[in-house]
């Protein structure tokens, strides 16, 4: 039997979607289908967790950034 899942295609830099990466190797829960190096297909209900996930590890990021430049 088939399973369909409902997704949604996500374009993004490639520096963006190694972070993507990074975030579902954790818990596999999120990539339906890695299709090349700026395109992944995300499963539709886990895209709010996903953008919650991205938003948390950019902002960490940045912060990393300023208090190394002070």
């Not at 996500?10 to 972070?19: L, T």
């Not at 967790?49 to 938003?55: A, H, I, S, V």
């Amino acid at each position: 039997m088939v399973k369909a899942t409902r997704g949604v295609l996500v374009e993004c830099d490639p520096s963006i979607k190694a972070i993507i990466m990074k975030i579902d190797s954790e818990h596999h829960d999120f990539i339906i289908d890695d299709l090349d190096d700026e395109t992944v297909v995300v499963k539709e209900s886990k895209l709010p967790e996903l953008k919650q996930r991205l938003k948390e590890t950019l902002g960490a990021t940045q912060m990393e950034d300023e208090s190394e430049s002070d």
